[in-house]
């Protein structure tokens, strides 16, 4: 499993964490993006492309900081005093995901950390994260217009994507270049594989995939 945790850098321009979470909705989680605490917001996926997809989403803007924790994670429902259901996460992948958060609190310019069992694998994989963290960082507002509304894969798409913005297509075309869209989707599956090399070996998922009601919470 892949806990990311993401925490907000800059508490002076209020609550990012609605935007984040529309931007994370549509992930394939194990437990849904969520409010953890004031300021952070946390989510379980047992698929390595979707966390190094919620961590870039993250990193978007400069505005979180991001730990993901790989390990075996249990779940559990309980039910509070006021009646509230929530899961219960436990387990090694929720220790590594608070070593990991810690760490991107003190880190650099590029505050994504990964935490496992396997300290060089996990180093490894960090190190892909932190590259392309910085591609996204540094788009501008305009670029993201573009990119924004371009689908990986598909041909064809950047006329389509110039009438909606009312530019030309080669303003698009060097919107794309200039915002290493293609690179940064040619490596997002190295970084997955990477993330996936650091579970521990014969690893098998820690909890059955299940959703959450909205007035379910995480408590780890």
């Excluded at 790989?70 to 219960?88: F, H």
């Excluded at 200039?178 to 040619?186: K, P």
Aim: hydrophobic share 45%.
């Amino acid at each position: 499993m892949y806990v990311v945790s993401l925490d907000q850098r800059h508490r002076e321009a209020g609550d990012l964490a609605p935007a984040l979470l529309r931007r994370l909705g549509d992930l394939g989680t194990v437990v849904p993006f969520q409010g953890a605490r004031a300021h952070a917001v946390q989510g379980i996926t047992a698929d390595p492309a979707e966390a190094v997809a919620a961590a870039l989403a993250g990193l978007r803007g400069e505005a979180w900081r991001v730990g993901i924790g790989v390990g075996p994670v249990g779940l559990e429902t309980v039910t509070g005093a006021d009646g509230r259901t929530g899961l219960r996460a436990d387990g090694p992948g929720t220790v590594q995901a608070h070593h990991a958060a810690a760490a991107a609190a003190r880190s650099g310019r590029v505050p994504v950390c990964v935490a496992a069992e396997d300290a060089a694998a996990a180093a490894r994989a960090q190190s892909v994260l932190r590259l392309l963290g910085r591609i996204v960082a540094q788009r501008t507002a305009a670029e993201w217009r573009v990119v924004d509304l371009l689908v990986p894969g598909a041909r064809g798409q950047q006329k389509v994507v110039a009438g909606e913005l009312g530019i030309t297509p080669q303003a698009v075309s060097k919107a794309v270049a200039r915002a290493l869209w293609q690179e940064e989707w040619d490596a997002r599956p190295a970084a997955a594989r990477l993330l996936e090399l650091c579970a521990p070996p014969g690893a098998g998922p820690g909890a059955q995939a299940s959703t959450m009601n909205p007035s379910e919470s995480i408590h780890s």
